[in-house]
């Protein structure tokens, strides 16, 4: 049973420490002046614990310049590392040079993604090799049903932080079935979003946001609000396409609330249920700001080295 709920959280636990990145995507900057966002995190993951985090994301002519700031304020991340541990993440997406720069604050590098490699296939598979590998190792004992996605949008307003917002409730259910222990694991996203049309440069975040996924070549609509959902939904998004289209504005609230099941025999008269919650996430925009903003928040120093992704050769 420990295998198997291991198993489980672990893929949660990767696609979530990839989630910032998922996040940037849904971000994008006006072509004219500066609009800078400023979102607030409050975190708590299955053993890591509580973490707070400010995401400020600067747009200008050039691209989009994001920094993410994480302080792990669990007693037991804290019991480890001998205080308050922090974290800097920052990627810049460059459209005047179609590139993608990853700033690695601790080994003093910049990670360049070229756009087009984003398409490259062949990149994209490698990128992904390790955990292929894995999926075929497991497919014959594993069995992942057709993933259960639900989105409401609610009539009813609500100002948060003096804009007035839409809510939307969305819920995802997955399942993979362990056919050697005759158990499953179930994992349950709930995700409330509150939107609004009021927020400064939300026309350009629409704009942008088209232009991006033209660019690269993806599904604009998964690269919208619902992008935390949308990153396991591997089928068509036909079904589901009216209801993304009703999430429409500027995310100025979301609560996402991830909980695990592990049953162990389904198919007898009285499985037994293992219950335990993986994540809970609150994000609030803070602020938005207009005008000239000082980008040395977003800039490497001058030392640091590029480094650009490329193919290996096989």
Known sequence: MKKSLNLQFCFCLKAFLTGFAAILFCFVFPCFGDVLFIHDYKIKEYLIGEKE???????????????KKTRYTGSWMKRLFGKVEEKRETVNFL????????IDWYRGKIIV?????????????????????????????????????????????????????????????????????????????????WVSEEVPGFGEYQAFHKKLGEKLGLDAARL????????????SLDSIRESLDAVRGYPVKKIVTVDGEYVKGVDTDSPQIHSFQIKTEQTTLREVLSGKVDMKRFQPPENFGKIKSEPKSR
């Not at 985090?53 to 920094?67: H, I, R, S, W």
């Open 53 to 67: 985090a400010e995401l400020a994301v600067n747009y200008t002519e050039q691209g989009m310049f994001a920094d």
């Open 95 to 102: 459209l005047n040079k179609n590139e993608i720069w990853e």
């Open 113 to 193: 993604f070229p756009f087009e490699k984003m398409k490259d296939t062949k990149w994209m598979t490698q990128q992904a090799e390790k955990q292929k590998a894995m999926e075929e190792f497991l497919k014959e004992r594993y069995r992942v049903s057709t993933p259960e996605l639900s989105i409401k949008s609610f009539p009813e307003k609500k100002k948060i932080n003096g804009y007035v917002c839409r809510y939307v409730e969305a819920k995802l259910r997955l399942e993979t079935a362990d056919v050697k222990k005759k158990a499953a694991s179930i994992t349950l996203i709930d995700q409330k979003l």
């Open 224 to 235: 919208g609000n619902m992008n935390f959902l949308l990153r396991y939904w591997k089928g």
